[in-house]
């Protein structure tokens, strides 16, 4: 398995191709099995998408991503075959736990929320 997010999304809104350009952001796509403190397989990174339609999107991003750092990156690309929601304890973690552990940056949280309070 790999700890993914199921990202429900506007298109009118918000596009693929932007937030793929956020993943990119807090990800470090050079690294196998591993994000942050985390390590293993589970903490692999992927896009793992449902609709074939956005695969011209998804690999356009990633072959910008691999020019831009002139090599492949470790993302692997593939079809959603299985989703478990987490347990509850899971979601919302950080809302829960406000001083747990993330490797994202907090100042991304709070571009994102200002970002949701524009709505």
């Not at 993914?4 to 932007?18: C, P």
């Not at 993943?23 to 903490?43: A, E, H, K, M």
Request: proline share 3%; glycine share 4%; with cysteine.
């Amino acid at each position: 398995h790999a700890e993914t997010v199921q990202v429900i999304y506007d298109e009118k809104a918000v596009s693929l191709r932007e937030i793929l350009l956020y993943y990119f952001r807090v990800i470090d796509p050079l690294s196998i099995n591993q994000q942050g403190n985390d390590r293993g397989r589970q903490y692999r990174t992927g896009i793992y998408y449902q609709d074939e339609a956005d695969l011209p999107a998804i690999y356009t991003v990633v072959q910008e991503q691999e020019r831009m750092l002139g090599r492949k990156i470790a993302v692997e690309v593939e079809k959603l075959r299985h989703y478990i929601l987490a347990e509850d304890y899971h979601q919302d973690y950080l809302d829960k736990h406000p001083t747990g552990y993330c490797h994202l940056p907090q100042a991304l949280f709070e571009y994102a929320r200002k970002a949701r309070e524009k709505k």
